[in-house]
Each structure stands twice: as structure tokens, then as C-alpha cells.
């Protein structure tokens, strides 16, 4: 292991990291939940509820965690789920994400809240996909849908959870505020962070610009210190189901929607076309309080008959991937710590993050006893009552 990365053992080591080379405002937009982060501890708790019951010499030597998910074979069953303004937590944050996602053989989500053109990171990674938050007016929507469709996108994720923007009193707290707004106490935490500061921030405005959503519509949108920012994240409350469906009959890729927590939702997905979908409580960054996506995982599986079943929100560690899967899903997703690493390491960082996964998941399979991540059915696991062991 190379010296930089000698510390960074488990995906939690990032956020440590992560916290000393981010400035406070930046780090709280990124770890922080909603409100009082209860769902956000949720995430994490709720894989506790669960153990293993492992079998034993099962010869477990052809293991493979390969997983074919929408016609392509990943070489793992996890993926980077898509992060906001991720150019500025590291630099050139969403092509670093894309091209260590390219190297690893795995999908990499690019939020439609970026701050780098979707065109550069499609042709950087062309297996990468695009999560797109809706514009409010069917036109805008349509536009947008078309912009992806001719940048070359295969597979669009919706995101639904979303009709208002969440209370992060944690993130204002901290001074992050969206527009930026500057100040002493902002120049400050930029000064006592030199390396994020001349890395990133300095230069990505000498090399690029004055970052701007780029990705919000078909037209390029306000930059981050806008006054008019907030005005583009808003007037969505009013979308509902019939929104979806133009998208459907309009996208000809796969259609994927994300933040879908309750069995009614799964059933009007399927009957609206969808071709799978995200169970997510937004990594605990919407709605305060929401269950853990694991929890309603089983009721969900059961209702989404062909559509694919995907997760994310908590998953840290292989043996969280294996209990999802477990559980229902097909797929995971992780967030946060892909971020960390983006911002401490660059691509090399998201590629050492990536391995560790990997290895655990190896790992996990081979003590759980399985060859194929098909094996790991509910009847490896256990539930805990309060408690029970471990
Ligand atoms: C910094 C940050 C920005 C995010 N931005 C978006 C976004 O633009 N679109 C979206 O659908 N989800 C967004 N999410 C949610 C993630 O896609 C994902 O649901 C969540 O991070 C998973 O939880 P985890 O971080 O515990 O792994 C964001 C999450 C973080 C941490």
C-alpha cells in the first residue's frame, strides 16, 4: 500500500481523512443529514439488526462478485451513487468519480446538480450514468431528457425524493449555504485548508471558471454564487406520476427512479415502465426520520416482480452489501466515502476506496460461504431481537 494511503484501512478512515483536508462548511455539506441526522444514524444502525449464519467448507475458491445489471457484466455489486457539486469537494470531482468508476468496472452515477458539463464526463466514461433532478415544467424536462439522450447516456435516474428542499440546519451551522455566500469566516476556512484551497478551489477558477450548475437543465444554469441558485432548485412540488410517464415515453434507455421507500411507490414504478428503481432515503439528507431503506427493502423485493431492486443509504462495509443483497436488493450504491476519497486522493484515492469494498466483499463471500452473490439469500442471515449477539 502506498504511503498516502496507509491510514485508510475501512471507507470510514475517508471521512476522517476527509474532515482534516475540508474546509468545516464543505465537510458538513457533505456528511451531514437533515434536521437532527437521525435518519442518517439509522442508515448505519439498521445493518446491526441483522447477522450472519455462515456455512462451512463450501469450496469457495471459484467466488466471483461479478453482477450483470441492465446487460452489463460490473465486476462488483455496488456502484457510485450520484453527489451534488461534487467538483467542490475535489477537483474536477465528477471526472475523477467517472474515470476511477471506468477502471474498476463499475456504474458511476453523475448528479444532475454538477458542476461540470454531463457531455465531459459521458465522454470520459461512456458506461457512466445520469441522475437528473426535474426541472418544473414539462418543456424544461423534455429538454433536458433530450440533452442526455444526445450526449450518449444509456441509463437515467430519476430522483423523487425531492419535492421541497430538505431543512440541513447542520450544513448553515457550519456557514455552508447555497448560493456561497462569501465571508471572513468562509475565507478563513479556505486559508486554514491551503491544500483544498490551491488543489481545488484556486484551481479550478484559474482553470475553469467560476463554477456554474451546468446540468440542472438543457441550458446552463447560474453559477454557485448566484443569488437566483435557490430559484432553480425550486418550484418542484407539484410534479407527481404523470411527469414520470412523459419521461418514459420519451427516453428510450433504461429509466431508473430513485428514493423510492414505500410498496404502493413500487407498484405505480412498475405499472409507469420503470426499469428499476433506488430504495434511498437520500443517505438521510431528505426527509428527517425516515426509516432506513433496509427496513422496507424485503416488502419492496416482493412488489417489483422484473424491476430491478437497487439500494442505498449507510452501506460502509462488504458485509452491508451482502446484507442488502440479502435482503432484495440486486445492486447498492455508496455515497459519502467516494466523495472523501475524490476530495483527499483524486482518482487514485476513489480507486483505493473501490478496492477496499472489493476486497471486503471477496472476502465476506468466501466466510459466508458462497461462490456467487445469487447464493446470498435470507436464510444467511439473522435477525437480532435487543439484545442478542453480535
Ligand atoms: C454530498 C452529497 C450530494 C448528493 N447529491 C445528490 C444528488 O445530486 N442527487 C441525488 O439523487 N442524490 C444525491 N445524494 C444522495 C446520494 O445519491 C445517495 O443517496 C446517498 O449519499 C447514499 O447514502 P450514503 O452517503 O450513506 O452512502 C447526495 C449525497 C451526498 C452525500
Not at 5 to 30: G, Q
Not at 37 to 61: C, I, K, Q
Request: charged content about 20%; overall charge positive.
Amino acid at each position: 500500500m502506498s504511503a498516502p494511503y496507509r491510514n485508510l484501512l475501512s471507507l470510514d478512515d475517508f471521512e476522517r481523512a476527509a474532515c482534516r483536508h475540508l474546509p468545516r462548511p464543505i465537510f458538513a455539506y457533505v456528511s451531514g443529514g437533515a434536521e437532527d441526522n437521525f435518519a442518517l444514524r439509522g442508515n448505519r444502525a439498521a445493518f446491526d439488526d441483522y447477522g450472519f449464519v455462515p456455512r462451512v467448507l463450501t469450496d469457495v475458491s471459484k467466488r466471483s462478485a461479478a453482477t450483470s445489471l441492465f446487460g452489463h457484466e460490473y465486476a462488483q455489486p455496488f456502484g457510485i451513487a450520484p453527489m451534488g457539486i461534487a467538483a467542490l469537494s475535489a477537483y474536477r470531482g465528477d471526472l475523477v468519480l467517472a474515470r476511477a468508476a471506468r477502471a474498476a468496472n463499475i456504474p458511476m452515477v453523475m448528479s444532475g446538480s454538477s458542476l461540470i458539463r454531463l457531455e465531459e464526463v459521458a465522454k470520459e466514461n461512456p458506461a457512466a450514468w445520469f441522475q437528473a433532478y426535474l426541472p418544473g415544467e414539462p418543456a424544461r424536462i423534455a429538454a433536458l431528457v433530450d440533452r442526455v439522450a444526445q450526449a450518449g447516456f444509456g441509463t437515467l435516474m430519476v430522483t423523487v425524493d425531492v419535492a421541497v428542499l430538505p431543512s440541513r440546519e447542520n450544513n448553515v451551522r457550519a456557514g455552508f449555504t447555497l448560493p456561497l455566500r462569501p465571508s471572513l469566516g468562509l475565507a478563513w476556512d479556505g486559508i486554514s485548508h491551503p491544500r483544498w484551497l490551491l488543489g481545488t478551489a484556486l484551481r479550478t477558477l484559474l482553470g475553469h471558471g467560476m463554477p456554474h450548475f451546468e446540468n440542472s437543465f438543457a441550458e446552463r444554469g447560474a453559477p454557485i454564487l448566484a443569488r437566483n441558485v435557490e430559484r432553480d432548485f425550486s418550484k418542484r412540488d407539484h410534479l407527481n406520476w404523470t411527469h414520470l410517464g412523459q419521461i418514459r415515453r420519451q427516453w428510450k434507455g433504461r429509466l431508473v427512479v430513485k428514493g423510492i421507500m414505500s410498496v404502493e411507490d413500487t407498484r405505480i414504478a412498475r405499472g409507469s415502465g420503470v426499469d428499476g428503481i433506488v430504495v434511498s432515503n437520500h443517505g438521510g439528507r431528505q426527509l428527517e426520520g425516515t426509516v432506513s431503506p433496509l427496513r422496507v427493502l424485503p416488502a419492496i423485493a416482493g412488489e417489483a416482480a422484473d424491476m430491478t431492486v437497487m439500494m442505498d443509504s449507510g452501506i460502509r462495509r462488504g458485509t452491508h452489501v451482502l446484507k442488502a443483497l440479502a435482503l432484495g436488493a440486486k445492486f447498492v450504491f455508496v455515497g459519502r466515502p467516494f466523495n472523501y476519497a475524490a476530495s483527499i486522493g483524486g482518482e487514485a484515492g476513489v480507486r483505493h476506496a473501490i478496492g477496499i469494498l472489493a476486497a471486503e466483499v471477496d472476502r465476506d463471500m468466501a466466510l459466508v460461504g458462497i461462490n456467487a452473490l445469487a447464493e446470498m439469500g435470507a436464510e444467511r442471515l439473522m435477525r437480532l431481537r435487543f439484545g442478542d449477539d453480535p
